[in-house]
């Protein structure tokens, strides 16, 4: 049973780069036809898609962010990681790392973008 | 890009049967949209009750399923528990990537 943890600041001050890792168990990154992928939701709103990054590398992402926006794998530490640069206040959420095709979840972690 | 829309609520009788549906700006969704369907109670993270269509997880109960209907894609819940009430997202494919709905709040009641 494959287990996803995001980690990584819950602070950001705006204009700085948010950096987060999801780090991967019970399941080889490297392995298998498998995406790794980054939502987020801001506090009572819809989930909104960020990007999402296949085995081999090639990486895709939502259009809106895509100028900011950098999701990454490192498979020696098994991790996937997301950074999102030039924050505002409207990139306070929290971010889920999720792995396709099966759809399977991390608990997520709260980012507040804050001076 | 894709504009996805999902009805904003939907109420359905405990043991009832209902459908949430979710379409495309685009035109109609197919099963190279590769729809999934997630539920989210006050809270909690999502979690996948479908994938690429129909496929369900493996711990989605039997009364939910998946389908396309209309040129939409389906997620119809036979026999509503209590313990269902909660919001849908529905994500398709779209250009290269994916793009969510804006979510179903469905209530039991």
């Known amino acids: 049973q494959v287990q996803l943890q995001e980690s990584g600041p819950g602070l950001v001050k705006p204009s700085q780069t948010l950096s987060l890792t999801c780090t991967v168990s019970?399941?080889?990154?490297?392995?298998?036809?498998?995406?790794w992928g980054w939502i987020r939701q801001p506090a009572g709103k819809g989930l909104e898609w960020i990007g999402r990054i296949y085995t081999n590398g090639d990486a895709g992402y939502n259009p809106t962010l895509k100028s900011r926006v950098t999701i990454s794998i490192d498979t020696s530490k098994n991790q996937v990681s997301l950074e999102l640069r030039s924050v505002i206040a409207t990139d306070t959420a929290m971010y889920y790392c999720?792995?396709?095709?099966?759809?399977?979840w991390g608990q997520g972690t709260l980012v507040t973008v804050s001076s | 890009q894709a504009v996805v829309t999902q009805e904003p609520s939907l109420t359905v009788s405990p043991g009832g049967t209902v459908t949430l549906t979710c379409g495309s700006s685009t035109g109609a969704v197919t099963s190279g949209h590769y729809p999934y369907w997630f539920q989210q109670k006050p809270g909690q993270a999502p979690r996948t009750l479908i994938y690429d269509t129909s496929n369900k997880h493996s711990w989605t109960p039997a009364r939910f399923s998946g389908s396309l209907l209309g040129g939409k894609a389906a997620l119809t819940l036979s026999g509503a528990q209590p313990e269902d009430e909660a919001e849908y997202y529905c994500?398709?494919?779209?250009?290269?990537?994916?793009?969510f709905g804006g979510g179903t709040r469905l209530t039991v009641l």
């Open positions: 019970g399941a080889s990154i490297n392995i298998g036809n498998y995406y």
């Open positions: 994500l398709v494919y779209h250009s290269g990537g994916r793009v």
């Open positions: 999720v792995r396709e095709p099966r759809g399977d």
